[in-house]
């Protein structure tokens, strides 16, 4: 591609200096605006519904598309597209918009479903981190198949703090999101010999009460939330059932320092953790084999050196972001080819 195309990036969790994929595309002709939807002011963090800061943020970026004729908007997560998408309807503005980390923990009903379907027609591309989640928002939302893109998520090593935020030999379970902790609870239950620490969100904390082997953090620094994954055993990924979608960003950092998995089989991970290779898989809301992997892996030396082989061998591929930086050049080389559609 010759012709300079304007890139408008519209994150919903990124922090202001995130940059997203500039520097790897930096030989490409291209300027871009950065837009952050974390919130700024008292009254952002105060009023989350409707969002402020994701309204605020996505009427800024429209606002620079307009500003740019011919520009590309990328957005993070399915509700900032959604509002870039209705702002640019509203103001007529025809930017190719390529809706990144399209995912939904909780997928909408009635009315927030019908004005997406609107909303989402509106958009070229979807990448979504799973292949089954290419089906499945196609069927929902209306979206023709061919706009659905699966790229895995990759990541750098996360940055850790460096002493051990939690002493001693234990496992852990972290995330906030599509978890099921009340299983994880009960399956620890009665195996006091092993320490277990969970680190989640308030709203998504186990509701029973916690034996003595448990550990709970609620709100961690990223750089303690790492260090937990950090220096564990192992690390548990207890999901809500069998579809959910969700952890994706907790098991490649986990993978990344190392440690491996004792997880929920569900088709939204499907893509990630290998039974027997990398992982451990059991069936969802089951106590008893939840528990009867934690064990084994916690008491079978020769298993765990297995898993951790495994895991040394693919931590090249889990890092490297050439299929999204390739997905990207791909993209933008379709948009200034007038010959070509964004497909």
């Given at each position: 591609?010759s012709?300079?195309?304007?890139?408008?990036?519209?994150?919903?969790?990124?922090?202001?200096?995130?940059?997203?994929?500039?520097?790897?595309?930096?030989?490409?002709?291209?300027?871009?605006?950065?837009?952050?939807?974390?919130?700024?002011?008292?009254?952002?963090?105060?009023?989350?519904?409707?969002?402020?800061?994701?309204?605020?943020?996505?009427?800024?970026?429209?606002?620079?598309?307009?500003?740019?004729?011919?520009?590309?908007i990328?957005?993070?997560?399915?509700?900032?597209?959604?509002?870039?998408?209705?702002?640019?309807?509203?103001?007529g503005?025809?930017?190719?918009?390529?809706?990144?980390?399209f995912?939904?923990?909780?997928?909408p009903?009635?009315?927030?479903?019908?004005?997406?379907?609107?909303?989402?027609?509106?958009?070229?591309?979807?990448?979504?981190?799973?292949?089954?989640?290419?089906?499945?928002?196609?069927?929902?939302f209306?979206i023709?198949?061919?706009?659905?893109?699966?790229?895995?998520?990759?990541?750098?090593?996360?940055?850790?703090?460096?002493?051990?935020?939690?002493g001693?030999?234990?496992?852990c379970?972290?995330?906030?999101?599509?978890?099921?902790?009340d299983?994880?609870?009960?399956?620890?239950?009665?195996?006091?010999?092993?320490?277990?620490?969970?680190?989640?969100?308030?709203?998504?904390?186990?509701?029973?009460p916690l034996?003595?082997n448990?550990?709970?953090?609620?709100e961690?620094?990223?750089?303690?939330?790492?260090?937990?994954?950090?220096?564990?055993?192992?690390?548990?990924?207890?999901?809500?059932?069998?579809?959910?979608?969700?952890?994706?960003?907790?098991?490649?950092?986990?993978?990344?320092?190392?440690?491996?998995?004792v997880?929920?089989?569900?088709?939204?991970i499907?893509?990630?953790?290998?039974?027997d290779?990398?992982?451990?898989?059991?069936?969802?809301?089951?106590?008893?084999?939840?528990?009867?992997?934690?064990?084994?892996?916690?008491?079978?030396?020769?298993?765990?050196?297995?898993?951790?082989t495994?895991?040394?061998?693919?931590?090249?591929?889990?890092?490297?972001?050439?299929?999204w930086?390739?997905?990207l050049?791909?993209q933008?080389?379709?948009?200034?080819?007038p010959?070509?559609?964004?497909?």
């Amino acid at each position: 591609m010759s012709e300079r195309l304007h890139i408008v990036n519209c994150a919903e969790l990124a922090d202001s200096g995130w940059t997203f994929l500039k520097e790897p595309l930096a030989d490409l002709p291209l300027d871009w605006s950065f837009f952050s939807a974390v919130p700024r002011t008292a009254l952002e963090r105060w009023i989350r519904r409707p969002n402020l800061a994701r309204v605020r943020c996505a009427w800024a970026a429209a606002s620079n598309a307009a500003r740019h004729p011919g520009s590309v908007i990328i957005s993070h997560l399915p509700r900032t597209t959604l509002w870039l998408s209705l702002f640019c309807w509203l103001r007529g503005i025809e930017s190719k918009h390529i809706a990144f980390a399209f995912n939904f923990t909780e997928l909408p009903t009635g009315f927030n479903r019908w004005l997406m379907r609107s909303a989402f027609k509106r958009v070229d591309r979807f990448v979504v981190y799973s292949t089954v989640e290419r089906s499945l928002y196609a069927d929902y939302f209306g979206i023709e198949p061919d706009r659905l893109d699966f790229l895995p998520w990759v990541m750098e090593t996360p940055r850790a703090s460096e002493l051990p935020f939690v002493g001693g030999q234990y496992i852990c379970a972290v995330g906030g999101e599509g978890r099921d902790y009340d299983t994880l609870v009960e399956a620890v239950r009665g195996m006091p010999h092993i320490p277990t620490v969970i680190v989640t969100r308030s709203y998504n904390a186990p509701r029973a009460p916690l034996p003595p082997n448990v550990t709970l953090f609620t709100e961690l620094r990223l750089d303690d939330f790492w260090n937990v994954v950090k220096h564990c055993r192992f690390m548990v990924v207890p999901l809500r059932d069998s579809q959910t979608n969700c952890g994706h960003i907790t098991i490649v950092g986990g993978l990344q320092l190392g440690r491996p998995i004792v997880a929920t089989a569900s088709r939204g991970i499907e893509d990630y953790v290998k039974s027997d290779t990398n992982a451990l898989v059991v069936a969802p809301s089951k106590p008893a084999d939840l528990a009867e992997a934690i064990g084994r892996l916690w008491a079978d030396p020769l298993l765990y050196g297995k898993l951790q082989t495994a895991i040394a061998e693919g931590i090249g591929s889990r890092r490297s972001e050439s299929a999204w930086t390739d997905y990207l050049r791909r993209q933008f080389a379709r948009i200034t080819n007038p010959r070509d559609s964004l497909t």
